[in-house]
Each structure stands twice: as structure tokens, then as C-alpha cells.
């Protein structure tokens, strides 16, 4: 039985102490927010459950094994350091840090100290996503030619980070796990439509070793809600919306073939090809359920976890890069191997 | 009654040929193209039209009084300029030309000639875009924030330009009419996916005084067709999208309103604002037919068209801004008030 | 404090103990179900809830001021009685009792004892609907023509109630709120395709005084999921899709104009009308809990709520003509005024 | 060289002309309409196809090898029996006739002269339906359950035949030709919304040996588009929708398993089975221009079409069941094999 402690519960804290609570092997003994209105609701939920505005309550709690933490970005370096250093397993809301050397702290810390530290990197743990990995592994559409992610709505308006550090975050997590590979540079631009606020739309563009693109399109200020994802490869394309409720990956049969035509090479050289369309049925069990699952195996078996603090220093990586380009009207920034 | 000569008989020239022979006070008395094939299904459907493999015999003949230009972009210019010098009036496809000097060169022919020259910039004669021109011009959704396009497809791979002259082209010219305001600086990032051709896949960013943004993604290796542009203002936002058979231009009174809060400026600055959407009806009509209508009036009464070859001459200003950027790896090109 | 016991804890359960739990003035104060892992989940859920396999615990309990049914639809009437009858206020699941007879019982006892006696027609709670009964009763639409309703999926198999039971009881429940009218006759036709199991398709008309038609469309073997309702009037149309996120009811303002002409009655006596389309913003507010504060809010103040036993009643009333309609296979049945 | 008159250049009539116009070994030689301003329209597109104002030129003009009857319902016997004695092939929109002894008539005349006799049932023709047809024949869905369609627009009233003839005719011809089994029993509901005018709005119901269902739905009030059929299964489900761009047929392997469980036969009988969907690639050839080759290819082979006058007899006989059961309030009628 690992015992879990859960710091913020603002807009996701209580879906993982949902999701926690649920699992056989685990139990939420404490949460912490500085509401009280919010742990008042815990209370009523979870009459069980300790509450506490002060989050080194948690930590200090000698039985605690693990903490979640789920609180402003600003925050996680701080309460993450403090927690492991206090000897608890860390699952810390994506982006893990705001820079890369408070990643490898972090990093350090749990390796020092022989403790498991993950990253919500959420839909990773999707049905649709882990799908999609499989599809790629298996060498399903060829070589990758590109990927293109929109992801916009009308979006809360956050006050700490730009919608690319609260919307792309989730597109360079799912690349993360997807491609075997980092970007070599990365280009923002983007516009800030309040004044005084961060930026609430932003075009990101990532380059890899061997041609492979990498767009995303990020928008608070969007009149319809969109979730899509495409994969380009050299034999087939993947689409994934994560708005279907049914078939939200479509494996498409469509691409090009290249004609050696030695009579008629202008003309001749590409020709379509449009095939069947498919669409694999996808595990709807709900990817908190299934990362909690996973944190706390990882912790029973001291195994590391696919989102561990590599995978989330990654992401800051590229958020860094974006950030760095965004401030220089997207001039493209290049990133150095490491 | 005007006398049409269309030079072009390819994707395009059927459309230009069946729209115009259906015009009461115009005729189509000869078509023109290198295919004899092309040639053939002409004579078959046109009995009365002539036929040539030779434009300048169109270009020659005394009763034509205006030319179609419809064949590859490299040769725009030369038949424009020769039209144009023989006294016919052109209407030519877009984009007019390769390069501004060029365009400046047909727009003085026509005016020493006082001739018509008008650019196929197909869009802006459809019900939709003409209507969303009527909502912006009433200041339906306040101030412009972005301009965002989509346009993707399993595409033709064009062997002499690629992705963006062939498909940007397009919201280049929409944006043209709609937007009373030029670029200032434009940057824009692609991947040729067939060795040897040109890209395939591009992303351009315009930006305008005032903050003003527009994004555009085109892709002739996608494996789903979207054609949707979001046009987002302060007070409402419009969602084009030309794949829907009706309600094309959906109009949302969503957006967000800035509550000035001395108590509490962090948490109350700003908040949603979600009423209710509506989609005008839109008139129906070919926009070719419309274009074609207008092309023969603007002969006849002498007036300029809406998209003369100064709007062609703009729509050539940004393409070549977005390929002097495309060719510097997305850097941001700045443009000169001209 | 309307102390609440909820008996049956299966499919609905769950939802109706969340919202009451989170009501300020309610407390869900006892579960009851016949199964035991079900009961261990509100444990875990709700420490402070008693739990019991003997629903009649709940009814004997003199704290519990009010009873929430949600059992098979065979044990309503038994248990519904046995609640009202020891002075406990009734919420009872949809269809209300097998018989039109039952209902008058109940309906009979609730006001001997002046209790609340309320059928859970939870989509009448729904923003959508209540938009829509806002529209009608503000004669957006003109006269009602039609209301035609497709309720479709790979639905869950009852093995006491056939999916007329199961799923038309949705769409008469929202007819009834929204018609001030009875049907006359109403037929129904179906299969059944599992052997010895009740019938998972079905389609059942409605006829009303004044020419107007309802037609329901029920399936639990379809391959996808479809929640329209279309609701013509001859001055505009209403589709309410439940399965759009955001503009769930539309409203068209398309139809015919009919024109008199006395030279040509023939052929101008019709022309069609395609005017704007809008979508009203409807609150999201979930059903159940504007449901759930209602029932409670008629509890304390007297009033008979809007889906009372009388509405559940009336949908009965309907069920059964369906259902003697499908015995004769299709053949009509009229139904007097009662 | 197939020599073709064309009568009637209503609504259809264009589009027959263009496909016949289009075929190398056909002509189109005549053309007639009782309006003026259609046959001015056809003599501006084909100038070398005769026009007059008489079908029975077209009949009696010994140069015309077939002709193509596009007329009002009304006129297609007495056309087709004229066409047929003056020894023309002979190709007639759907419906074939009003009644069944005159489709007899037409068959027994055709057979008489020797010569082909067709129906425009011109959704057989379509990529979509004849791929539905090959997946049958494969037996991919497994034994047929049921059969359901939805056809509704705002579409042209017609003054001659109610929705039934007009839209549902499309339905049972598609029917008749993926089902290898003729209708039991029909029943049909409707209501005319215009007074005086046929109905605009049906519901038709047709049973089969076995226990098939298919069902009908048919608008001419309708505010939005629906072109949709499923067809279900015991193995797979398949969906049409003819609207789509792409992916107009969907194959869902979807459905319900039936478990023998000696331990639990009441809750274990039936559990859902969700796999992939896939959506095969669908010829994009015009239906009609498959169906004019077919047409041509049947009078030069000999051989009879697909639609022949059996087909086109068969949906006569379906239509006039349906407008027995209509004029009945809807009490199904039988239909004795014959």
C-alpha cells in the first residue's frame, strides 16, 4: 500500500486524488491546498483524508511514500526538491521546471536518493497515444515526414505561463514519447492579445535530423475547440482527434507513389494513392487510471517510469528553446546535443 | 457582347470556358492549349469554338477583345505582357506573376492601354468570403486579433512552384480582400518530401502593424482535406470553412471580457464569454460566374476590378516575401511600405 | 437538511449520490444494493454513507426524509409504494411503473400523504431542453409540424425492458415536456436479434390532434452513436443534437413560403426559404444536479416539481400504447383522452 | 455508335445529356422539352444536337437508336410504351411507372422487340453501392438484421408524387439491389404539411422472411442534409453515409457476443465486441456515367442491365404497397410473392 499526499487541488488535483483513491494499492491519506474552500471539498468527498493549507505538512508526514504535486509551475522546482530531498516518490504536473539545470537537480535528487520520479505527462498514457506508438513501432505508415498538432480552444487564461508552456507542453510530451528522436531547432512566434498577460496564441515549429518537421498551433482565444494530431509518413498518415468519441486514430492508406517513368519524367514521376482507411479500436480506460497504475508500480518495483525526470526534462528542453525564439520574433534557435 | 479567348484548357480552363459561354453578353470564340486531347474535348462540348495549339493566334486575332490566361505560373507574364501590348484585356490566373517588377510591368501596360487586367483570385467572388468581408466591414467581431488558415489536402505535386504558390496563394489573396492592411514582415518554413521537387509542406506567419497576426498551413501530403480559416476580432470570431455545404461562415460571440477588479487584478482580470453563434446564409452562386460576370462588366463600363493587378501585385509581394524567408530557414523577412 | 437514502446503485446510482452528495442542503445518508462490491464502492467513495443490501432498511429509517429509486424498472412500483407509504418524499427512475394503473396508485398516495412523488426525466433538466421548451413557448418556430428523434448505439442489452423501455422513454419524456399535447395513436414496430431477449430496435410513431407527427427511432445494435432531435415548425426548424459539445440546438431559419399565384399555381405555389442558421448558448449546467436541487427545492417548499407523477404517468400512458402497438405488430392504437 | 434522344431536360435531364455526350460510342442527337428556355440552353451547350419541342420526333426519327425518358412519373408509361413499339431501347428514370400492370406492359414489350430496357436506379451505380454489394456478397457483415435509411432535406416539393415516390424510391432501388429478397410486408406513414399537396414527410416499414426490418425515412421539411443508411449485422455493421467526402462507407466491427454461462445465464448472455473500423477506398466515377456505359453496353452486347425492368418493377411494387399502407393510416400491407 503506498501512501499518496496530493499538494494543489485546484482544476487536475482532484482528478489524480479521484484516480489514486480508486486504486487497491493506494491511498490518499493527505491533500493541501491555500483555499479552504477547496479542501472543504475534500472533506465532504473524503471525509477519510487529511487536509492542510501547509504543503510541508505533507512532506514531513513520515507516512507518506509519495506526494503529487499539482500546484502553479512556478512552484514544482521548489516542492518537488523538498520532497524528494524529505525521501517522497515525486509525480509532478507537467512542465516538470522552468529550466533545464532545476530539471537535472531534480533528476540528481531522486537518483541519489533511489526514489521514483515521474512526470504527469498525461496523454501518454492515453489508449489513443499508446496506440499510436505501437502503430509507429511497427513500422506502420514508413518514415516519418512531419507532425502537426492544433490544439485551441477558449482557454483559461493562465497568469504564470503562455499558452505554449500550458498547451503546447502537451503536444511536446506526446512527440517526446512518439519519435525516437530530439529536435535540432525549434522557432516560436506568437501574440500576447491582452495586455500585460502572456501570450495566448503561438506557432511552434520543431526541426529533427532528417528533414522531419514538426508544427504546432496553440491558441487561448479560439472560437471552436480543436484536438488533432497528424502524422505524415512515407507510406501512410496517421490522424488522431482527440475530440471523436469513437476512432480517434485514423490510419489512412493515402500518399504518393514516385514513378520512374523514363519516357515521361516531368509529368509522370508522382502519381496519388488512396487506399483504405482504418480506424483500430483504442483501451478507453482513462489515462490517470492508468498512470497512477504506473507510478505506483514503478515505485513497488523500483522500476523507472516512461515519464520519469528525463522524459520532463526533454519537454522543458524544448519549451526553453521556444521560449528563447519567442523573445527574438521567432528567430529559429538551435539546440546543441546533450 | 465580349469576345473571350482562353489560353489554357487544363485543371482551371474548363471552369473559365463553361462559366463564360454560360454569360449572356460574352462568347467564348477560341481556346488554346499545347494537348491536342484537350483540344479535341473542347471541339466535342464547343463545336463553335475555335481551336488552337498556337495562343498567340488568340492573342493575334482581331475579334478578341479579352484574353484567359490559364496555363502554368512561368507563363503568366509573357502572354499577359503580349496580350496586354496587343490590346486585349486580361484576366489572368493567380498568382499574376513570378515577381513584383513583373507585375508592375502588366499594371502600367494596362493602364497606357487602358485595358482591363484582373486577377483570378477565385475566393473573393464566393458568397462566403464576400460575406465575411460584409461582417468585418460593419465591425461585426471588433478588432482584428488573428487570422488563422488551413489548407490542406492530398494535393497535385506542381513541378514548377510549390506548396505555397500553389495553395497559400489562395488565403494570400483572401486575406488581401479582407484585411484593409499589408504585411510588414513575413516568415515562412517548409520540407520538400519527394527529393528533387519543391516543398510539399509550409507554414508562413505574416505580421501587421498593431499586432496583427496571420498563420497559414498548407500541405499537399495530408491525408484528410481541411479548408477552414478562424478570424478572431475582440468582440466576436468568424470560422470559414469552405468544406461544409452550408453554414460555411459560422460567426461566434465568444471571447473574453477584462473586468477591472482593484480588489483582486490577479484571479478577475479576465473571464469568458460564451453567447450565442450564428451562420448567415450565403448566396450560392459560382463565385467563377460572379467573377466572370464582373470581369465583363468592369470591359464594359470601364471601371477597375476588385482584384485588379494591384491586388495581384500584393499577392506576388508577400509569396516572394515568404520564399526569400523560406530559402533563409524561416527567418522573418521585413517588408518596406511600397 | 433533506436527509436522502438512495436505493440501487448500479448504471445510475453513482451519479445520483454525487450530485445530492455535493447539494449544500441534502445529505446522502444511506445506499442500498444488492450487490456487495457495489455497496464496498460507496464506502470507499462515501465513508460517512451507511450501507445495506435491505433496501427496506432505508425505508424503515426515520432520519431519511427522502428515498431516490434507481432499481430495475419492474421493482419501481413495489418499492416507490413502500416509500411513500412510510412518509418518505419519492425520486424515482424513469419510467416511473409498468402500468398506468401503478402510476395512479403512487400518484394517488404521494398526495394522501402530501409527499413529492418526482420521475427522474432527467434530459427535461438538461439546458438544451429547456432552451428548446424556451423557443416553442416563445413561438420561435411557428407551428409545430414534426419532432422526429433518433436514439441510437451499441447499447447495453436489458433483459426486463425492451429498448422502447430503455431508450424511447428518453424522447417521450422530452416530447411531454415540450408538446402541450397528447398523442391520439401511436404505433410501433421492432425486432428482437437475440433469441428470447426483448427488442433491441424498434420505431415508434405518434399521432396528434391537429396533423402533427412524432417519430422515434430506437436501436441498441448500431454501429455508431447518434442523439438528434429534430423538431419542424412551419416558420423554422430546431435540431438538437446531444452529442455536440457546444451548439447542441440549432435553430434554422429555413422552410417554404408558399405564394399565391394566380397565373402559375402550379408550379410558384412553393419556393424555398434559407435564412440565417443560430445556436443559442445553452447552460451547461449537468442535469442531474439542477434535477437534484429541484427535487430538494420542491421538497421544502411544497411544489409539484416539473417531471411530478403525473408527467411519469402520461410517458407511461405512451409505453404501453407502444408496446400493445408492437404486440399486434404495428397495427395503431388509439388512445381516448384520460 | 449508339444514337441517343434524350426527352425531358428538366432537373436530370442535363445530367444525362452531359454523360451520354461524354461516351465515345453514343451521341446524343435529339433533345426535347415542352419549355423553350431549356431546349435555347441545350442548342448554347451542343449545338449539333437537335432540339424540339415534340418527343415523338424524337421517336419516330428512324435515326435514334435509344432514347432516355426524364419526364414527370406520370408520362413514363405511356413514353416508354410509345419508345418500345417504335422499336427504341429504352432508359427510364425511377420510378419505372405508377402501377405494376404498366411496368409488365413495358417488360413484356421490351422482351417482345428484343430490345433493353433500363431504369436510372442511379445509386446502383455509385462506387459506395456497389462496394456495399461486394462486402455482402463476401458475407462480411455476417446474416443481415436490419436495414435502415434516412433521406430528409429541404428538397422541391413535386406536385405529382409525394415524398415516398420522390426520395424513398432512391432507398428501395438500392435495396432491391444489395438485398437478394423481396419485402413481406410494408407500412407506411406520412403527413402532407402543405394543404392540398402530397405528402412531405414519410415513414415506410418493410418486413422480410426472417425476420429482416428495414426502414425508411423521408423528408422534404427537413432543415439539414441527411443521405444515411445502416445496415446491420450479426458479425459487422456497415454505415453510408453518401454525404461524406471520403470514407462514405464504414465497415464497424462492432457488435454483441453471446456467451453460453451455465452459472450465470442472466447476466453474462450478451457483451459487446468493439474492433476496428475500416473504410475501404470507393471508385469515384460518376454513378451516371457508369450507368450510360452500362446502358450502351447492354444494347450492343444484348445483355440485360442491372436495373433492368424486373428491378424497376420491383420498386413499383414496394411503392405501391407503401401508398396502399399510407392511404390505410399506415396498416401494413402484405405483398404475396409473385
New interface residues.
Given amino acids: 500500500m503506498i501512501n499518496v499526499g496530493v499538494i494543489g487541488y485546484g482544476y487536475w488535483g482532484p482528478n489524480l486524488v479521484r484516480n489514486f483513491?480508486?486504486l487497491p494499492n493506494a491511498e490518499v491519506v493527505a491533500v493541501s491546498d491555500l483555499q479552504l474552500s477547496r479542501l472543504e471539498s475534500v472533506h465532504?468527498?473524503?471525509?477519510?483524508t487529511r487536509i492542510t493549507a501547509d504543503y510541508r505538512e505533507i512532506i514531513r508526514d513520515p507516512t507518506v511514500d509519495a506526494v503529487i504535486i499539482a500546484t502553479p509551475v512556478s512552484t514544482h522546482f521548489e516542492i518537488a526538491r523538498e520532497a524528494l530531498s524529505s525521501g517522497k516518490h515525486v509525480l509532478c504536473e507537467k512542465p516538470l521546471t522552468h529550466t533545464i539545470p532545476q530539471a537535472d537537480t531534480l533528476i540528481n535528487l531522486a537518483r541519489q536518493h533511489n526514489l521514483t520520479l515521474m512526470v504527469d505527462h498525461t496523454f501518454v498514457y492515453t489508449g489513443a497515444v499508446r496506440k499510436i506508438k505501437q502503430l509507429l513501432s511497427e513500422g506502420t505508415i514508413g518514415r516519418l515526414?512531419?507532425f502537426?498538432s492544433?490544439r485551441?480552444n477558449?482557454g483559461l487564461?493562465q497568469?504564470d505561463v503562455n499558452v505554449i508552456w500550458d498547451l503546447a507542453v502537451h503536444d511536446f510530451a506526446i512527440m517526446d514519447y512518439l519519435l525516437d528522436a530530439q529536435p535540432i531547432a525549434v522557432?516560436a512566434?506568437?501574440?500576447a492579445?491582452?495586455a500585460g498577460?502572456p501570450e495566448s496564441?503561438a506557432?511552434v515549429?520543431c526541426w529533427f535530423e532528417g528533414?522531419l518537421?514538426a508544427?504546432f498551433?496553440v491558441?487561448w482565444?479560439?472560437?471552436?475547440?480543436i484536438r488533432r494530431t497528424?502524422i505524415?509518413g512515407?507510406t501512410k498518415?496517421?490522424?488522431y482527434d482527440d475530440?471523436e468519441?469513437?476512432?480517434k486514430v485514423?490510419v489512412?492508406?493515402?500518399?504518393?507513389n514516385?514513378i520512374s517513368n523514363p519516357d515521361d519524367i516531368?509529368n509522370m514521376?508522382?502519381s496519388?494513392r488512396?487506399?483504405?482507411?482504418?480506424?483500430?479500436?483504442i483501451d478507453p480506460t482513462e489515462a490517470l487510471h492508468v498512470e497512477a497504475t504506473h507510478f505506483v508500480d514503478c515505485i513497488e518495483r523500483g522500476q523507472a517510469p516512461l515519464t520519469d525526470g528525463h522524459a520532463g526534462r526533454r519537454v522543458v528542453r524544448t519549451l526553453c528553446a521556444a521560449a528563447a525564439s519567442l523573445a527574438e520574433?521567432?528567430?529559429?534557435i538551435e539546440l546543441s546535443a546533450d
Fill in positions: 483513491a480508486d465532504r468527498r473524503y471525509p477519510g515526414l512531419y502537426d492544433t485551441i477558449l487564461f497568469h522557432a512566434s506568437g501574440a492579445h491582452v498577460q496564441l506557432y515549429t528533414g518537421m508544427h498551433s491558441n482565444l479560439a472560437p471552436v475547440k497528424i505524415g512515407d498518415m496517421i490522424v475530440l468519441t469513437s476512432e485514423r489512412y492508406d493515402k500518399g504518393i514516385l516531368y514521376l508522382i496519388y488512396i487506399g483504405d482507411m482504418y480506424a483500430p479500436s520574433s521567432g528567430r529559429p
